[in-house]
Nanobody, 122 residues
Framework: QVQLVESGGGLVQPGGSLRLSCAAS????????IGWFRQVPGKGREGVSC???????FYADSVKGRFTISRDNAKNTVYLQMNNLKPEDTAVYYC????????????????WGQGTQVTVSS
């Protein structure tokens, strides 16, 4: 019954903002590390950000100062606020969950959502 559902993607101009949501079911997000990853077709995945069950956060250098990860325990949902978006942020964004908080932005998460498309273009 473990399920992750991403939403909030879309088309935005450079410098704009989007907030992605990752709604979890079958578990509570404060018991897991939740990571955001992104992928461009034909390229490998890139770790973006993660938040542990204790609330510790980690960001890739490419998004530091622009993206913020957060969690709403009542809604069992993790968010990725993306500000000052750049064309190079264009990708399919996936959220993932795992019980191992030391994974950080490694790709070996157990559970993955279906992804949501983010396109940054003028």
């Amino acid at each position: 019954q473990v399920q992750l559902v991403e939403s909030g993607g879309g088309l935005v101009q450079p410098g704009g903002s989007l907030r992605l949501s990752c709604a979890a079911s079958g578990f509570t997000t404060d018991d897991y590390i939740i990571g955001w990853f992104r992928q461009v077709p034909g390229k490998g995945r890139e770790g973006v950000s993660c938040i542990s069950g204790s609330g510790s956060t980690f960001y890739a250098d490419s998004v530091k100062g622009r993206f913020t990860i957060s969690r709403d325990n009542a809604k069992n949902t993790v968010y990725l606020q993306m500000n000052n978006l750049k064309p190079e942020d264009t990708a399919v964004y996936y959220c993932a969950a795992d019980r191992r908080p030391w994974l950080l932005l490694q790709f070996r998460y157990e559970y993955w959502g279906q992804g949501t498309q983010v396109t940054v273009s003028s």
